[in-house]
């Protein structure tokens, strides 16, 4: 046997805005709009020593055959400032917004997280994303939308133009010196100029070198070209494949893309969204996952779920009956505005033949198809079996860690840090203790840029 | 126009703007204080200015005096004393954290005192600054407003690069007024009871209580709703300021747009002058909540009244020539108490006081003015309210304008 030393898992925690997975029904569940439940939440993954709290963002509400989607959790606090007012209830926990490259502008989001890792002392991270329709694009000055074919070119040149900003203060610029009057010793401090295709810049940014340096970056993207802007210049990335085969493929298709840009592997993290379900046997963690599935599928929400691909109003379905025998209704509009997952299905007439063929074999109705193809839980047994397979997961390099999102606001973490991280402790592969102060420190990744220590001296 | 005397000249008793009722006080905050060469006095702690101890314990002090509320000032350029661009000076405070941000990162820290952090509506979207705002009073529990200002400023503008030109004067303010327009709108664009998690139908919100705001102005349209639940104030307070110099449109801003206007006057005289002016146009527009205009005031406070001097005097030198936007008023709390009396009948039903220096001004204030203030019967001895709209006496909580009121229809 080789001795290759265990890999420290990352773990942090998605608060659950708006989706379809909270079961907001249950007795248990509190607001997802009080501060006190994101305190809670916060407190709870920082008691468990975990990386970093994780917010997602959508800027419209979303909608199905022209009205206000109602069936799961809707609406949510603004990502700045809840990360902001979070760093006042936390001292160690990384604080990781969502915000997208499309409907804003470099100037303003640096200037947001440069503030926001000051305010923190160095726990800022910032997820871009790329959403880019005219849908969205409606609550916005600019109005209209990016061509999608542009999204990743303006996310780019944002993140590239967004680094300048940050490089233009190096550290050492802030004398403070009240004897001599220097306050500042370089008067150059914070210029900038940038000319692209996108933003053609130029000024003094005005918020100081922040304590990372630079915010870390995650991207959210799983296309070619997401990935190929992950490659180029993300730390982390946030993915949806959290199975062993394909996590296993992901990983190492990605890290494998870190070499062109002159980077090694453990530049960048990869990081799967994960549900679990505990119980006090594994037979009783399937049972309440099963139950858990029942709740957050419920008659109503299954049939829009088809209406995502049928592309029509379905309403008179019956969710316990058999799916439709009419086929969808391909075209340009579509029924479900807003919605991430409506993009999977490309190929609606495809996806609608599998599934009428999967539901004929297994006898399913419309409601046990759509339990039976949405995401599943993705960790279900004791806390010793999801350790083991969280620990398996990561040692086979299927991921690096995990973003957990649990299915209950704001109470759904306790478990899991109560009775999951203990044995992972004592498996020595997560920390019991914070080593460092910053999100940079927790991640194991370098502030790029100047060196502070030898600037500083 | 008719030169009689507006209702609003005598105002009663129970119009918590008007000015006999108790004194409204606020501190406007930035970097070391009002003074450019504060930075260098004694306590100042210029090192400290981008991190969040530093505004949490001047907000503590703000609080332990009992202030209505402070204000954040912030931009989105470094500062400078020239119009044309970055004046290189490096013997000033230059950088600046968001002020939405530092505002949200205080507001855990407090219990009762107002935060009105400052925004540029020119450069900002009002979709994000809506849900920030409304964010804030969340986490503040109903603490929140917002300062809004405008730049025409062209070397603001190329940190943004959208336009080929900043807008003119009057355009800069009417943006700013479908600015506000817009944040309020979405605010109001969730009933406070949408949230309806019905388990028996499965429906989380009652979507009929959502609504689309369909704005359009002629810089910019917005459709909501808001992505966030109507804040717990409903309405946070809009603070706005009526310089003079910055001509009619700026008025008209603070009369039409605003629920706290500065205003910028050099005596009691154009103090009162202003006053009438913001508030016949207020009235000209028809019913509105009540305007609470305030005073400012740059304030350097010392036990006596020619040791103030000397201190701004001294500051003057090590800063060389600047231009304060506010009146400066040098002296004891007690003479200040006297000057804001006076100011107060001119209209006036608050004032936002600037500390000179930070580390000494404020805790003056908040030690000293307040004191006297209290012994004069003007000022609260306890905060009375937890909200800002509270604690500034107005509706605590407005009704929607796109609520149906349940009597619909039964009206004659
Ligand atoms: C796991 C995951 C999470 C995402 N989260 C968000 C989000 O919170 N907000 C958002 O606007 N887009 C989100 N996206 C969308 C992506 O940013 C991107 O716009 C979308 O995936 C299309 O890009 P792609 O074709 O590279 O996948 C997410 C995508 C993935 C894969």
Known sequence: ?457 | MSASPSPSDAPSPSDPTSSSAPLHLAVALDGAGGHPAAWREPGARPEAVFTARYWADAVAEAEAGLLDFVTLDDGLVLQSTSTDGPDGRTDLVRGRLDAVLTAARIAPLTRHIGLIPSVTTTHTEPFHISKAVATLDHVSRGRAGVHVQVSGLSYEERHFGRRAAPLSGAELYEEAADHVEVIRRLWDSWEDDAEIRDVATGRFIDRDKLHYIDFEGRHFSVRGPSIIPRPPQGRPVVSAVGAAADGEAAHRLVALSADIGYVRARDTGEVAAAVAAIRRAREAAGPAEPLHLFGELTVYLDEDGPAATARKERLDALAGHYEDDSEVFTGTPAQLADLLVERRAAGLSGFRLRPGVNAHDLPAVTRGLVPELQRRGLFRTAYEADTLRGLLGLDPHPANRYATPPSAGTAA
């Open chain 1, 1 to 457: 046997m080789s001795t290759k030393p265990l890999k420290q898992i990352h773990l942090a925690a998605h608060f659950p805005g708006v989706n379809n997975t909270t079961v907001w029904g249950d007795p248990a569940a509190g607001s997802h709009i009080d501060f006190d439940s994101f305190t809670h939440f916060a407190r709870t993954a920082e008691r468990a020593k975990f990386d970093f709290l994780f917010l997602a963002e959508g800027l419209r509400l979303r909608e199905q055959g022209g009205r206000i989607y109602d069936l799961d959790v809707v609406g949510r606090p603004d990502t700045f400032t809840v990360l902001a007012a979070l760093a006042a209830v936390t001292e160690r926990l990384g604080l990781t917004g969502t915000i997208n490259s499309t409907f804003n502008e470099p100037y303003e989001v640096a200037r947001q997280f440069a503030s926001l890792d000051h305010l923190s002392e160095g726990r800022a991270a910032w997820n871009v994303v790329t959403s880019w329709d005219a849908f969205t694009g409606e609550n916005f000055r600019r109005g209209g939308f990016l061509p999608r074919e542009e999204r990743y070119s303006r996310a780019r040149e944002f993140l590239s133009t967004a680094n300048e900003l940050f490089d233009s203060w190096n550290g050492s610029e802030i004398a403070a010196d009240a004897a001599t009057g220097t306050f500042l010793r370089d008067a150059r401090a914070g210029a900038f100029a940038h000319r692209g295709q996108h933003f053609d810049i130029e000024g003094h940014f005005n918020v100081p070198r922040s304590p990372q340096g630079r915010p870390v970056i995650f991207q959210a993207g799983d296309s070619d070209e997401g990935r190929e802007f992950a490659a180029s210049g993300a730390d982390a990335i946030f993915g949806r494949h959290a199975t062993l085969d394909e996590g296993r493929a992901f990983y190492s298709d990605v890290k494998r893309r870190l070499a062109s840009y002159g980077r090694t592997p453990d530049q960048l993290k990869i990081l799967p969204a994960a549900t679990f379900v505990l119980g006090d046997t594994d037979a009783e963690a399937h049972e309440n996952a099963h139950e858990i599935r029942r709740l957050q599928v419920s008659g109503q929400t299954a049939i829009t779920y088809l209406e995502h691909v049928w592309n029509r109003d379905l309403s008179s379905y019956d969710p316990d009956g058999p799916l439709p025998d009419v086929d969808p209704e391909v075209g340009e509009n579509t029924i479900a505005l807003g919605r991430a997952s409506v993009r999977q299905f490309r190929d609606p007439l495809a996806t609608a033949r599998e599934w009428r063929e999967l539901a004929e074999a297994k006898n399913l109705s419309i409601r046990e198809l759509v339990i039976a193809t949405t995401a599943r839980q993705t960790f279900i047994g004791t806390a010793a079996t999801v350790a083991e397979s969280i620990d398996s997961l990561v040692q086979q390099d299927a991921a690096d860690g995990f973003i957990l999102v649990p299915h209950l606001t704001p109470g759904g973490l306790d478990v899991f840090a109560d009775t999951v991280v203990p044995l992972l402790q004592e498996r020595g592969v997560f920390r019991s203790e914070y080593e460092g102060t910053t999100l940079r420190d927790h991640l194991g990744i370098s502030v790029p840029g100047v060196d502070r220590k030898a600037a500083a001296s």
